[in-house]
């Protein structure tokens, strides 16, 4: 049926006014809460990199374009305006949705009302309606072709958006931090009377605890925490003036070790008997055991006191290897260089972290180094004033140092950070009772997602422990266990894993 001019006029001044309600609307509504709006878009797996302009340059678009369809003589121009951008919020979506690592917040006005999929079906409608109105105005059929190159462009647009924020995120590094749905969330806790508790370890179902204040008892729980029983650790021998007695879980085995000693003890989970297997080979400041006859560890080089690692085979009769080409000196190679040391059986790697710049270390077991990969922030140099006692040649810290990387947790082929520093878009009131928690990918040495571990009664976490199905946390005096969700889930490879050259 063909439409007479008055209704053709009615249509489109129907389909002008609907448009200028929605970006009046969607404008003011995120004028007025700009900031939450802004940040949002720097959690856009899309649009994080661009956000300061995004975020501006939208709202801005928005009013022009409202402002031009009440004008006779712009509205054919603000149609295809209108077109074009409905294209990009389509396009961006159906991006979110099909091709990203994760699904991000809503971000302003209707947009907070409707679930991403009811959002695209709105949007398809309405680019439905401004082209139809294009159409009605030049009352030719030949003008869907131009339509349809407008709307191939407008998301071809989107399309390089989405192609370089992956690669700024990846490359460039402007530390703003992804924070999905569906990462990890508290599902369990237990109040342990007690601050000095650390997770020594997991095996099967069975999580265990270490106290500082007595080194040799352990708290066993279950993983949904509803039994508990406590172990006393027999030592064969005790002639030792122990100074900084860890345990470490490795099952069947524990091991107590003191690097200041220094000494190894061994003994099976299943009777808390544990004999010496080493003394006084070597000093240590931290070690992992990577199989029953193998272990890596970090000591200092004599005279200058710099850290190196190394690695031994056997207890009976080690055979210690050194290497200082792992750990890379900037000012002092003893705090600069300090770091996390921890060890990944699936794939078969250690991974050292350090403390104060933004790198973590791959290496083999004997510490051929795979890669040196970056943590998400931007401290490539350690910022420390590291000054010299003339009286007795000790090297000290003369500042509190600039903390980046302050404790670290590995499973399969991620490894957990608890970082120190607050990334861009990240509100005061967040990390004043929470505590950022990064996720990269070993595999392919990439950053996957963060989260945020709430605390618990006023207390920060201080300790945490990663196995392939939770993540187990010391915060104050209570162990909490966060589930994993879906987006963290997915990049668990539970077999074990190759590494990406």
């Not at 917040?105 to 439905?128: P, T």
């Not at 071809?156 to 700024?168: A, P, Q, T």
């Not at 890379?328 to 991974?351: A, E, P």
């Not at 490539?380 to 590291?386: D, G, Q």
Request: glycine share 4%.
């Amino acid at each position: 049926m063909k439409l007479s001019e008055p209704y053709k006029r009615i249509i489109v001044e129907t389909i002008c006014f609907l448009y200028i309600l929605l970006f009046v609307y969607a404008a003011v509504s995120k004028l007025l809460d700009f900031e939450n709006f802004k940040a949002q878009i720097g959690q856009s797996p899309l649009l994080s990199p661009f956000a300061d302009f995004i975020s501006v340059s939208v709202i801005v678009v928005e009013i022009i374009i409202a402002i031009m369809l009440s004008i006779p003589k712009v509205k054919h121009v603000a149609l295809w305006s209108s077109a074009a951008l409905m294209t990009m919020f389509t396009a961006y979506i159906l991006i979110i949705l099909n091709y990203s690592s994760f699904i991000p917040c809503s971000c302003g006005g209707i947009l907070e009302k409707l679930a991403w999929r009811d959002h695209l079906i709105f949007n398809v409608v309405f680019l439905l309606i401004a082209a139809f109105a294009i159409r009605l105005q030049c009352n030719d059929n030949r003008v869907l072709i131009r339509i349809f190159v407008l709307i191939v462009l407008s998301a071809f647009v989107i399309v390089v958006l989405y192609l370089l924020s992956e690669d700024i995120m990846q490359k460039e590094n402007p530390f703003i931090r992804r924070f999905p749905h569906a990462t990890a969330s508290k599902t369990n806790s237990l109040d342990l009377r007690n601050t000095t508790y650390y997770v020594a370890g997991v095996a099967g179902n069975k999580v265990y605890l270490a106290n500082r204040k007595s080194p040799l008892q352990i708290l066993e729980t279950d993983s949904e925490f509803k039994k508990t029983r406590m172990h006393t650790i027999m030592l064969n021998r005790e002639n030792f003036n122990f100074k900084a007695v860890e345990i470490r879980l490795s099952a069947p085995f524990f091991y107590v070790t003191d690097g200041t000693v220094p000494v190894i003890y061994r003994g099976l989970i299943s009777d808390w008997k544990a004999n010496v297997i080493i003394e006084k080979k070597f000093y240590f400041s931290d070690i992992v055991f990577t199989d029953e006859n193998q272990y890596a560890f970090r000591t200092q080089k004599a005279p200058s006191g710099e850290n190196i690692m190394g690695f031994g085979s056997s207890y009976s009769n080690p055979e210690i290897t050194y290497s200082s080409k792992v750990l890379q000196k900037q000012k002092d190679g003893i705090f600069d260089t300090d770091g996390t040391l921890q060890y990944s059986k699936k794939m078969n790697r250690l991974i050292y972290t350090y403390y104060y710049r933004n790198q973590y270390i791959i290496t083999k077991s004997n510490l051929t180094v795979d890669n040196r990969a970056f943590t998400i922030d931007t401290t490539v140099h350690a910022k420390l004033k590291v000054v010299k006692i003339k009286k007795s040649g000790d090297i000290r810290l003369g500042a509190p140092p600039y903390m980046v990387n302050s404790s670290t947790t590995v499973t399969s082929n991620l490894l957990f950070v608890n970082s120190q520093l607050r990334g861009k878009y990240e509100g005061d009131e967040v990390w004043k009772h929470a505590t950022a928690v990064d996720v990269y990918d070993l595999s392919n040495r990439t950053y996957a997602l963060s989260f945020y571990v709430y605390d618990e009664e006023g207390q920060r976490m201080k300790n945490f422990f990663a196995t392939d199905s939770a993540l187990y946390i010391i915060s104050g005096h209570f162990l909490l266990k966060y589930g994993y969700g879906k987006n963290i889930k997915s990049k668990i490879n539970k077999r074990n894993v190759q590494l990406k050259n």
